[in-house]
């Protein structure tokens, strides 16, 4: 296993269209990519471990061979690592039984001395292990039992079963979120490349040779990184596992929803796994264009606090409540400060704008939080806390809540919208308590509610639909994933249109609305916006 590694060329909509022959058959492929990639194109999947599509290639677990053709005829090779060609000749095990042969002996090498430890490991159901015995092993066992498995892992780590068989490093804490399982480490190298070339801070590496191969922390050291917890993604079994999801639930009992991270304005695409109302880890959902495959920890474990100090109205109807405010809005003609937090989606901005028409000339927006900004890290993060301002922009929604502090005397009545102003910088805040009449749209029970004279408990972003514009110009969306801790609570942009007179039922219709405003929105509506988002034209970055 050399520490040299080469990038792979994926393919794109420019990449160029070669004809190669993939068993017997001539098909139109990426010229400019790997044999794997390009025979993904045409519906065939070649099993892989230590291949990633954006890490490194190592080429060093051998699962992807095919037949390709060569001055000496027909011979194997890894199809990570063997580039494309035109009229180039491929054989896969549909027609090689070579390949077929080739493809169940390297399984069979790589489950000979691994543990039967699936009906406890957490990688259970999403291990590629599993899945390419299934496709490509399914081999009879011809292990002796009197000689057992070879149990591998580091000397200091050893020690013996209740049957006497020595078993390999196990549960070992090798930092403060993720657990090692030595014996179940195929070697594949990938969370070694995720640490060099992507998190570019080498904390782990391959130790020993051979059967005694295993991953380990350098001596004295702990894997600690914002991003540690990838390695768990990128591990094809067990052997890496975050401590915050170990044993909370079985990966199949898990439903997925495909949302967008709403704590950052590069706005990292997440699947949110959720079982029986609960939200119950989030995973990082590939999308070459924004964070590939990678999720912060900070990102990650932020469901931990999806149900704390939930705001939930308890003391009466939502609807009923926000139309006494609304009355009250009503009745004044004070000028009315309303701030936009960061997790606001274009469909609460949306509302806001609305707000604005239902009191001309008294309401003056203003957008993001006082926190302190940070700097992009160059692999799933902006540094900006306010995700969507980007989108508030396109709104023309673009003073900052700073500025509001400095005019705080302007205004009689203050209306935040997912912005925890005085949890953010209490000292900078003070200067709001003297405007009179405070209302809180919040999911959560914060400083700013406690601060609040009027608290409405709307749903927080995992469990609202909606749009939003990355920092790039990417136009992502959100879906709702069925974990609100209440039926009690609406989206934000419900609520807002109740305050303004004009309510509206769903994000669809806000966003049809919307487009309406928003010229750079109207070719889309919110159901023809991809998973994956689209970038849209002529908005700068």
Known sequence: MSNYYNMPALPTEKSPKVPITVDDREVMVPGDTNLLEALQTVGIETPHICYHPYLPVSGNCRQCMVEVDNPRGMGLAIACYTPVRPGMKVATPVTSPRVKNARKAVSEFMLVNHPLDCPICDKAGECSLQENYITSGQNESRLSGAAGKQYHGTPENEFKDTKGQVRGGKRLNIGPRVILDEERCVQC???????????????????SRGDHTTIATFPGEKLDHPYDLCVTDVCPVGALTGKHFRFEQRVWMLSRTPSISMDDSLG???????????VWRLMPRCNPEVNRSWLSNDSRLAYLQFRENRLLNTDKGISESASAVSKMLSSSAG???AVLGGSCTLEDAFAVKELQNAFPNRVEVFVGSLDTAGTPDGIAKSGDPVANRKGFALLGFEISAEELCKRAGEFETLVTVHADLWGAN?????????????????AFENATTQASTVRLGVNHWSEVSGTMVNCNGFLQKLNAAPVSPSENLMPAFRVLGILSGKP????SEAFLKLREQVPVFAEFTHESVRSAGVKLNGVSV
């Open 268 to 278: 990292a695409n997440i699947w949110i796994d959720h079982n029986n109302g609960f």
């Open 189 to 207: 190298d990938r969370c070694v490349r995720f640490m060099r070339h992507v998190a570019h801070d080498e904390q782990l590496q391959l130790v």
């Open 426 to 442: 209490a000292s900078l805040a003070a200067a709001l308590s003297a405007i009179p009449n405070r209302i809180a749209l919040s």
């Open 335 to 337: 000028k009315i400060a």
């Open 504 to 507: 509206v039922s769903s994000a």
